[in-house]
C-alpha cells in the first residue's frame, strides 16, 4: 500500500480486475468510476461499491425469478450427487469383498471414483451458487493498520451478515438443507479410510496385535510348507519360514496381511553365543526365531551375517544383533526384532509356544 503524503492511502486493488489509472490525490480525481476505488481508511466509507464503468451488470438469476429457481435446483442437485457419490463409496467398502486381486482392483477404483465425485459435487456446487446466486456486487476496500478499530470490527459484522443475506443461505431453504446433508455425510469418507486401522481386520487374525502364532502352532519352512526339524538347521542356517495354519485364510489379499504379520526367520547358532533374549528359554538348543519385518518400516529382511549374527535390512541398512535380544546395533528402526518363543512338538518339529509378546512391523503408530 502507498500511503499519501497528505494521510490517505491507495485502495486494494485484486490482481487481475480493472486496471486503474494512476494515483491521484483525491480532490484531483474526477473519474466517478475511479473516485469509488480512493478510499481513506480512517473514513467510515472506506469499503465502496465499484459503479459507473467497473459495475457488473444484472445476471439472468438477478432479473428472471425462473432463472434463479432453475440455479438453485442445480446447486441442489450437485449437494445431492455429492451426497450419493458417498453413499456410493460406503456400499462400495462395505459391499465388494477383497478375495482376489482383481477385485481389489476395482474396490479401489469404485472408492476412488466415489470420493472424488463427492468432493467435485461439493466444491461445483458451491461455486455455481457462488456465481448465479450470490450477490454480484464488486467491493474494494482501503488497506488500513494491522490492528482493527472498534469500527473496523462492527464493519466487519456488519459485512458478514451482508454477506450472508446476499448468499441466500438463510433464505433459500433447499440449498441451505442439501448442502448441511452432504456436509454432514463427507466425514463419512474419512470414517471409512481409518476403518482399517481398528482392531478387527476382515479375513485375517484379528487385530494389530494378533497373528497367526499361537501355543503349538507348527512352524513350516516358507514356499515348500514343509515341517521344520531342529535337526534340519545346521549353525549359521537362516531359514525363512510361516505358521502352518496361514493356509487357512483365503488367497489373496487377506492371506498377504496375515503372512506380513507372521513371517519369520529362524536362525541356529551355538547356544553359548546367545547373550540374551527377549524372553527365558525363548530358543530351542541354540534356534532362535524372529519377526521377519523390519521395525523401521516394515522391509522383509533375510541379509544375515553368521559370523556376527547381524540381521541387515536392505531398505535403510538397520542392523539387529540376533545374539543379543535382535536389538538396534544400526540404523533407523527404534524397536529391536520380536522373538517368536519356539519349542518342538510330540513328532520333534519346530512349533510356536505363544504370539508374539511384542508388536510386529514397523513403529509407525503408538498401540493404545
Ligand atoms: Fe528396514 Fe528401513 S525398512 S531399515
Redesign the pocket.
Known sequence: MSEHPEGGARAFQPEGQHQQPAYEPPETVTDPAVQGLIADPHEEASRRIIEGEHSHGPRQTDVDPRAAKRAERQVAALFAVSALATVGFVLAYVLIDLDSITSLAWSNRLLGATLALSLFCIGAGAIHWAKKLMGDDEYVQARHELRSTAEEREDFVDSFRRGTDDSGFTRRSLIRRSLIGAMALLPINAVILLWDLAEEKPGGPGGLRETLWGPGVPIVAAVTGEHVRPEDLSIGALVNAEPENLEEIPEGPPRLNALADSAIILVRMEPAEIVSQQGPDWDYQGILAFSKI?T????PISLYEQETHHLL?P????TYDLADSARVVF???ARSLPQLAITVDEGGYLVARQDFAALVGPSTWEPP
Not at 296 to 299: E, L, P, S
Open positions: 523390519c523401521h518400516v516394515g522391509c535390512c531398505c535403510h541398512q538397520s540404523g533407523p528402526a
